[in-house]
């Protein structure tokens, strides 16, 4: 099945020390996305990517950084995790335009010690 | 900036009728999308309306009104596994002919349904 797959599905790191999150996908949608979701809250559009055109939202901290080396991967790099930073990262894809939903994978959760 | 507002928790009993609202401002609408989320999985997408109107999928429907910049979500015959959240999103576009957008979510509705 066509899917987006995030990788790890857990995640713990220590505090101040970098981490990155990856996510692939098989659709071959040429928009990906990550989103931050903290308990109860909305997810929170940090950037995107359009085909290898970069994206970022204007309240994403500089802490937070994104790579695309090709159409089916996208990595989050955290550079100094803080303990704010402990939350839900998701990864969509789209298709650009019309009725198409996003297609989210299954998330990694982060816990900073 | 985007300023989408839904009732934080809602509950019903199995088998009936729940209508979930969201109400939305924003500049650019392109779109809005329903999503549900179990806790601890992705979102799962649900509907979607462009248009003003009414959208049925099954036991779900969706309505769209731009102007009031005003949606629901409507379930039916809620069944114990409904119980979720369900987030309303807004697609915004920067650029008018563009249909690239960003997504924004509402905080979501936790549904509960008691048998």
């Known amino acids: 099945d066509a899917m987006v797959i995030q990788n790890p599905r857990y995640q713990v790191t220590q505090f101040g020390k970098p981490v990155t999150l990856s996510c692939s996908q098989t659709?071959?949608?040429?928009?990906m996305y990550w989103y931050q979701q903290k308990s109860s809250q909305a997810p929170k559009l940090l950037f995107h990517?359009?085909?290898?055109?970069?994206?970022n939202e204007a309240d994403t901290p500089d802490n937070f950084q994104s790579r695309r080396p090709n159409t089916s991967f996208c990595f989050l790099d955290i550079r100094s995790p803080g303990l704010g930073d402990a939350a839900m990262y998701l990864c969509?894809?789209?298709?650009?335009?019309?009725?198409?939903?996003?297609?989210f994978g299954s998330g990694t959760r982060l816990t900073v010690v | 900036g985007q300023n989408i507002d839904q009732p934080t928790e809602m509950t019903a009993t199995e088998g009936a009728i729940v209508q979930i609202n969201c109400t939305y401002q924003?500049?650019?609408?392109?779109?809005l999308f329903w999503y549900q989320q179990h806790a601890g999985e992705a979102p799962t997408f649900l509907s979607y309306?462009?248009?003003?109107g009414l959208e049925e999928k099954g036991r779900f429907s969706s309505f769209l009104s731009r102007s009031k910049g005003y949606s629901y979500l409507l379930l039916k015959e809620l069944q114990m596994k409904d119980s979720a959240s369900y987030l309303c999103?807004?697609?915004?576009?920067?650029?008018?002919?563009?249909?690239?957008?960003?997504?924004?979510f509402g905080r979501g509705t936790q549904l509960t349904v008691w048998p």
């Open positions: 969509a894809t789209s298709r650009v335009g019309g009725s198409y939903g996003y297609t």
């Open positions: 659709l071959n949608h040429n928009v």
């Open positions: 990517y359009y085909d290898k055109d970069f994206n």
């Open positions: 924003t500049s650019g609408f392109n779109g």
């Open positions: 309306n462009v248009l003003d």
């Open positions: 999103a807004v697609r915004v576009t920067a650029d008018r002919g563009s249909t690239l957008g960003r997504l924004y």
